[in-house]
């Protein structure tokens, strides 16, 4: 996980959820807008973005190729949760772990946040999101300048979450 310099996440500024508090957290790289239902404890989503960040980046030292990999590698039976739920994701897109860090980040600490009382939660993280809702969202999905696709919206309806996108 190396650092790169900031690049201000524009299209989170099209982002029309008026009945949700949003908060902006970053640890390293770790970036995320996190849209919930009532006011976000940032020090308990800070702790639990490091305890996360924490777990992969020990992994790393124990087996390189996890980070470095483009393709799906086995991980120790003994390996910590989100090390797994990123190992399987890989093997799903027929990708390296890595591609998955940034969804499995969001889907932790969403999960967190729902254990913790939080009833609607949206968390996304270099275009990765997870959300969970008690009413239906529309999410955008920006596919970059003058694309065609850029109109692309989901409509997601709460029995449908959580959901990863």
């Not at 790289?29 to 239902?37: H, K, R, Y």
């Not at 739920?85 to 390296?96: L, T």
């Not at 969804?103 to 270099?126: H, M, P, R, S, T």
């Amino acid at each position: 996980m190396k650092t790169h310099k900031y690049q201000k996440r524009f299209y989170r500024d099209w982002v029309k959820a008026k009945d949700l508090h949003k908060t902006h957290i970053v640890v390293k790289e770790t970036d995320l807008q996190i849209l919930t239902d009532r006011c976000v404890d940032e020090g308990f989503v800070r702790s639990r973005v490091e305890k996360y960040r924490l777990d992969i980046e020990n992994y790393i030292t124990k087996d390189r190729r996890f980070l470095t990999s483009l393709k799906p590698i086995p991980v120790e039976l003994n390996a910590k949760p989100i090390v797994k739920e990123m190992a399987r994701a890989a093997e799903k897109a027929d990708v390296g772990p890595m591609a998955a860090v940034a969804g499995a980040v969001a889907q932790f600490v969403g999960k967190d946040l729902l254990k913790k009382g939080y009833n609607e939660v949206i968390i996304e993280n270099g275009g990765d999101i997870f959300l969970k809702m008690r009413k239906a969202r529309t999410i955008g999905i920006y596919c970059g300048k003058d694309k065609p696709w850029n109109n692309l919206r989901l409509r997601i309806k709460p029995k449908e979450t959580p959901l990863g996108i």
